[in-house]
């Protein structure tokens, strides 16, 4: 015996609470979808977890953050589920999916059938084991995806101030959580192989400004090495990091930010993957009709590079949740997903926003010792990628906006003269 619905989402996280807000919006009636999430808590917004939930004052708690808070959206509460009828399978990891016969299997046991599944199961953090290091079993060595991963966190904390803690990695994980750490007055040292932070984003120049502002709140930084090691007490308490390059930092409380896998596994042999995720057309449909996946886990078609490309970021799971839904609810009515790819952070003071591509070649402008500055990637003659530090809605709108047009530029010079004018004024 098992329960059945007409739409199942796989997932519980942000793609999930904008999948099932259009679900709504578009008029699905009470007990035809279902949402099933290995966490305990309907889904929230996860970049709050580096940022406000690290806050040593009035830290973000739920149900402040749960999807879709935010401009001009609904709040989705658990109350706002019932509600709108649509059953939430919480604390419950789905073990199988059988997606020729529409079933799928739950680990307590339960069938749940569908006629459309939509697949939203994100990415897990990458252990330090998959590196072939140990330690990630000891209490203060930490990861950052989930609300569990950060109320351990949190705790870790909280006996470290005045201490020392060791973030491996230097990407936005790395980068947020290093700049909470510091807020909460703990010492802290950064250590990536890279020769910079974001290094799959940043241009040296943007990098630096960070990395300065970064060593004026007491942030360290140990690039080009990697983690060799760790030394543990008799209570299994990590005490010391070893790094490749011979150094030892004493440790009371280590972050690993090392990058992410998707969770494609329960769809392997059974789905097209690419892009280590889920291969999806323009209407987030995967090789299989009855079957849609969204956010992390789905390489999708961006129209404007002309490539598949899965992305990680927040902003690309909401709207290609509410895509999907439009496409399965309205098909005839829906086009191809049209994606212009949008990544940003905030730390400490600082925030910044970046459209499109990083590749050809990067223009900075602005003031790099004062508040606002960024940069333009052209390639092919054209204006394909826009970071912007410390911009206005109207600014960042501007660098979107101007992206999304890929204006053609002749002259780097004259470009880099014009700076955040190129894009207000295209
Ligand atoms: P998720 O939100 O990861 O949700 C996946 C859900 O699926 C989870 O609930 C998981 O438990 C569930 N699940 C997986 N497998 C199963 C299974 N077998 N059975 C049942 N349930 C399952 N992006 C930005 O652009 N800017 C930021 O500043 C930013 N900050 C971030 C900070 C943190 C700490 C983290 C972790 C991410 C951040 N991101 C940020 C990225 C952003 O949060 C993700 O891109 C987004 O959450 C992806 O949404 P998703 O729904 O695809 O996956």
New binding site residues.
Partial sequence: MGRAFVYVI?????????AALEFTRRGVPPGELCI????PVA?Y???????GFLLPESPARLPSFHTCVGANEERLTPKWYKEHGIELVLG????SVDVRRKKLL??TGETISYKILLI??????LKLEEFGLNGSEAENVCY???LA??NGLVNAMQSCAGRNAVVIGGG??GM??AASLAINKINVTMVFPEVHCMARLFTPKIASYYEEYYQSKGVKFIKGTVLSSFEFDSSGQVTAVNLRDGSRLPADLVVVGIG?RP?T??FEGQLTLDKGGIKVNGKLQTSIDSVYA?????AFPVKLFGETRR????????K??KHAVAAIMEPEKSGEFDYLP?????VFGLSWQFYGDNVGEAVHFGDFSGTTFGAYWISKGHLIGSFLEGGTKEEYEAIATATRLKPPVEDLVELEQQGLNFALTV
């Fill in positions: 796989l997932g519980g996280g942000v793609a999930a609470g904008y099933i999430s290995e966490e889904p917004e996860r970049p709050a977890l580096s940022k419950t990891r789905v073990k739950t680990a939203a199961t994100g990415a897990r953090a950052l995806r989930d991963d950060a936005y994980i947020e959580c992410i969770n596994s329960l969204v956010g992390d886990v789905a992305l990680e970021h927040v902003d690309s799971a909401r290609s949740a949008f990544f940003y952070s905030r």
